[in-house]
């Protein structure tokens, strides 16, 4: 057992204890659940990640809900403990879960709560300026001028792509995905590839009538293609941007056959999952192909990368920070917490995870709901009917 560790504790005499293992932005969060008879404990330890053993001295011999973080291995482990604690509830503060094993959860009867519905825009708005990054080349020419290498101007000096006129290519049209390739289409007058399994409707609607729009003013119309396989948005577009879930049929889903397959000059954006990439395969990849860029906020074995590639000037990396606007982290703090206090309140599940105005609307109270909970179905907890 670990040695008790660094807490911040707010309304010590309250009825239920629930337990951030991070500090998470804002206060609003912290409010909800004192209003709600909570007593809150924050670890402050100055460690990065909590490691299992860290969690279960934070859980203690009575806890009724958790939030976590997606760095954690929740398991059999975990959640055995906290069900030996009296808890019910555990929420990442994510909208991924893979570091959940929801089976587990489920046998100790936890609730794995999640936060989507508030990542969308900032996420897209991140991989647009990866996107933007990467094509003008502005993390490269940055360091140029801080190691004071600039003479004057060059011809040649750090030349990059134009955006417009060029082909977006989306694999994974969801929500995301669906976000940012509106930003590009827009946004620089791109033409969209995409692949998904499921028709995007509304995507295919909005690019036709901006294409119309422009037409009407005089401009080359933007057009879309739903693509018959991931292959043909590799082969034909300049800018790729992967937004797919994780599992085992996109795992490596970018590897060495398929960066082969990409144009020479072609730009790559991963702000999904890590795993999607296969790291080594790209390194190489960079290395052969000077004029190939990528911009990535996820990595195969975060939080570490794999050899080579923080020496790749074609490269754009940042650590993970898709999400990392202050509405949307405020926000995520908030569901978060709600989806903890809803299981502990007894009340029903939202029933639109991704509608998540109600919940982060600071002039109402929230719904008597759980805004997001994965395993609500096995668990058979009821769903709101507001």
């Known amino acids: 057992m670990a040695k008790p560790i660094a807490i911040e504790v707010y309304n010590p005499n309250g009825k239920y204890r629930v337990v951030s293992t991070k500090s998470m932005p804002g206060t609003r969060w912290i409010n909800l659940l004192i209003e709600q008879d909570c007593r ?6 100055k460690k990065t990640i909590l490691s299992v053993e860290d969690i279960i001295a934070l859980i203690g011999d009575k806890c009724d809900g958790v939030i976590g973080q997606l760095t ?21 503060m994510a909208v991924g879960y893979n570091n959940v094993d929801v089976n587990a959860a489920n046998k100790h009867g936890v609730a794995v709560g999640n936060t989507p519905g508030v990542l969308t825009e900032t996420t897209a708005e991140l991989a647009a300026s990866l996107s933007l990054a990467a094509s003008r080349r502005i ?31 989306v694999i994974g049209a969801g929500r995301i995905g669906s976000a940012y390739a509106r930003m590009m289409v827009e946004g620089f007058k791109m033409n969209l590839i995409y692949y998904d399994l499921y028709q995007s409707t509304r995507l295919e609607k909005f690019v036709t009538a901006y294409g119309e729009f422009l037409k009407a003013n005089g401009e080359q119309p933007v057009t879309w293609k739903r693509a018959a396989s991931m292959d043909e948005v590799l082969r034909e577009a300049d800018v790729i941007s992967l937004h797919p879930i994780l599992d085992k049929t996109t795992y490596h889903l970018i590897n060495k056959e398929s960066l082969a397959s990409m144009k020479k000059e072609a730009i ?57 606007s202050k509405w949307t982290r405020e926000g995520m703090a908030t569901l978060a917490a709600l989806n903890v206090l809803g299981k502990i309140k007894g009340y029903p599940v939202w029933g639109d995870p991704n509608r998540v105005e109600p919940f982060l609307n600071e002039n109402a109270p929230p719904p008597a709901a759980s805004p997001s909970i994965v395993n609500a179905k096995a668990l058979g907890l009821p769903v709101s009917k507001l």
């Open 40 to 45: 809150v404990e924050i670890c402050t330890q």
């Open 72 to 92: 954690e291995d929740w398991g059999e482990t975990l959640f055995a403990a906290l069900s030996r604690a009296g808890g019910k509830a555990f929420s990442n």
């Open 139 to 169: 993390v490269e020419s940055d360091q140029f001028m801080r190691a004071g290498l600039y003479d004057g101007w060059l011809p040649h000096l750090f030349v990059g792509n134009l955006l417009k006129g060029q082909t977006v290519g």
């Open 268 to 324: 790559l954006i991963n702000c999904s999952r890590g795993p999607v990439v296969d790291e080594v395969a790209l390194v190489e990849h960079l290395k052969q192909n000077p004029m190939f860029r990528v911009g990535l906020d996820v990595f195969e074995d975060e939080p570490y990368m794999k050899p080579g590639l923080a020496d790749m000037k074609n490269a754009v990396v940042v650590p993970h920070i898709a999400s990392a």
